[in-house]
């Protein structure tokens, strides 16, 4: 079966948006290896540029289109982190960003997207209205649309992750990646079944949002309703594109709940100084869960700390 990359499409993001982004820190922790009871090896990804792992996808889509067609600018819909990475990916090549964001979406993260050039268009707080708000921004401004992860470009350019791992550790028995509409992991998945076939990869996800979780269990896509976690970054569904890689080459979904997700990123917070968002201490917490410790074999595990696009308000309050 053909998905939608595959590691030569990888590495030609890898290509395509070196200039632009940072190849980002791995770290260790002594203390976290003693917690975990195996090595962990972190990948900081809140050290990227726009505070998170989506300039890579947006950047790689934004470079890869035509000239012609990249004049007329791009559209999308997020509330977070894509809308951010895809502002400053177009101002990076200095085409318009035409991004839809719901109401209800904060006003740091509104403030982040307007810093980097983005346009932002506010619209009621449901994927309906998104997707509707967007097709007609596209119309509008003959824009691209490029959605947040259903992709082919995106989840390429999330993809460079797994190149970087295997240039920064030998020996990684597994990587845990933490799961919303699945592009970051099935870039990573994809990469690495080729790439190093025998390093194992798991999803992690908020028990109130395991849509994943129950769409493996199931063999069929089930979508996301009504989630309910602090992990504002992975309330999405899997797609069309993403799916089918969660589906044949994710080994397994780890779920854990906000307590666990919480003690993650506090312990993330007090032992390596590294401000994560809530949704890139998911892998953590599934690394400590008692799941993740039944297994055999996964003695050298790697983490992608996702992103750190925290609402600094909140922490001062």
């Given at each position: 079966?053909?998905?939608?990359?595959?590691?030569?499409?990888v590495?030609?993001?890898?290509?395509?948006?070196?200039?632009?982004?940072?190849?980002?820190?791995?770290?260790?922790?002594s203390?976290?290896?003693?917690?975990?009871g195996r090595?962990?090896?972190?990948?900081c990804?809140?050290f990227?540029?726009?505070?998170s792992?989506?300039?890579?996808g947006a950047?790689?889509?934004?470079?890869?289109?035509?000239?012609?067609?990249?004049?007329?600018?791009?559209?999308?819909?997020s509330?977070?982190?894509f809308?951010q990475?895809?502002?400053?990916?177009?101002?990076?090549?200095?085409?318009?960003?035409?991004?839809?964001?719901?109401?209800?979406?904060?006003?740091?993260?509104?403030?982040?997207?307007?810093?980097?050039?983005?346009?932002i268009r506010?619209?009621?707080?449901?994927?309906?209205?998104?997707?509707?708000?967007?097709a007609?921004?596209?119309?509008?401004?003959g824009?691209?649309?490029?959605?947040?992860f259903?992709?082919?470009?995106?989840?390429?350019?999330q993809?460079?992750?797994?190149?970087?791992l295997?240039?920064?550790?030998?020996g990684?028995?597994a990587?845990?990646?933490?799961?919303?509409?699945?592009?970051?992991?099935?870039?990573?998945?994809l990469?690495?079944?080729?790439?190093a076939?025998?390093?194992?990869v798991f999803?992690?996800?908020?028990?109130?949002?395991?849509?994943?979780?129950?769409?493996?269990?199931?063999?069929?896509?089930?979508?996301?309703?009504a989630?309910?976690t602090?992990?504002?970054?992975?309330?999405?569904?899997?797609?069309?594109f993403?799916?089918?890689?969660?589906?044949?080459?994710v080994?397994?979904i780890?779920?854990?709940?906000?307590r666990?997700?919480?003690?993650?990123?506090?312990?993330?917070w007090?032992r390596?100084?590294?401000?994560?968002?809530?949704?890139?201490?998911v892998?953590?917490?599934?690394a400590?869960?008692?799941?993740f410790?039944?297994?055999?074999?996964?003695?050298?595990?790697?983490?992608?700390?996702?992103?750190?696009?925290?609402?600094?308000?909140d922490?001062?309050?």
């Amino acid at each position: 079966m053909s998905y939608a990359a595959d590691l030569k499409a990888v590495r030609a993001a890898a290509e395509r948006v070196a200039e632009h982004i940072h190849c980002t820190p791995l770290l260790t922790s002594s203390s976290m290896d003693q917690w975990l009871g195996r090595s962990g090896f972190f990948k900081c990804e809140l050290f990227q540029k726009a505070g998170s792992f989506k300039v890579r996808g947006a950047l790689n889509a934004i470079l890869s289109l035509d000239d012609t067609i990249a004049r007329n600018g791009v559209v999308t819909h997020s509330s977070g982190n894509f809308a951010q990475a895809l502002a400053l990916g177009a101002r990076l090549r200095g085409i318009p960003a035409h991004i839809v964001m719901p109401s209800s979406a904060p006003a740091v993260k509104q403030r982040a997207v307007a810093e980097y050039g983005g346009q932002i268009r506010l619209c009621e707080p449901t994927l309906e209205a998104r997707e509707r708000t967007a097709a007609q921004l596209v119309k509008e401004t003959g824009g691209t649309l490029l959605h947040p992860f259903d992709h082919p470009d995106v989840i390429a350019g999330q993809g460079t992750i797994a190149l970087e791992l295997m240039e920064q550790v030998q020996g990684l028995d597994a990587v845990i990646v933490p799961v919303g509409g699945g592009g970051l992991i099935s870039g990573i998945a994809l990469a690495l079944a080729e790439l190093a076939p025998t390093v194992r990869v798991f999803g992690a996800e908020p028990l109130g949002a395991d849509d994943a979780a129950r769409s493996k269990a199931a063999g069929r896509l089930i979508p996301q309703t009504a989630p309910d976690t602090i992990a504002d970054g992975l309330l999405t569904s899997l797609g069309q594109f993403t799916w089918p890689v969660v589906r044949d080459r994710v080994e397994e979904i780890l779920v854990v709940d906000d307590r666990e997700i919480r003690e993650a990123q506090h312990r993330i917070w007090t032992r390596m100084k590294l401000l994560v968002e809530p949704s890139g201490a998911v892998p953590l917490a599934a690394a400590r869960s008692d799941r993740f410790a039944q297994l055999q074999g996964v003695n050298r595990v790697a983490m992608v700390l996702s992103g750190g696009n925290l609402d600094f308000g909140d922490l001062l309050e």
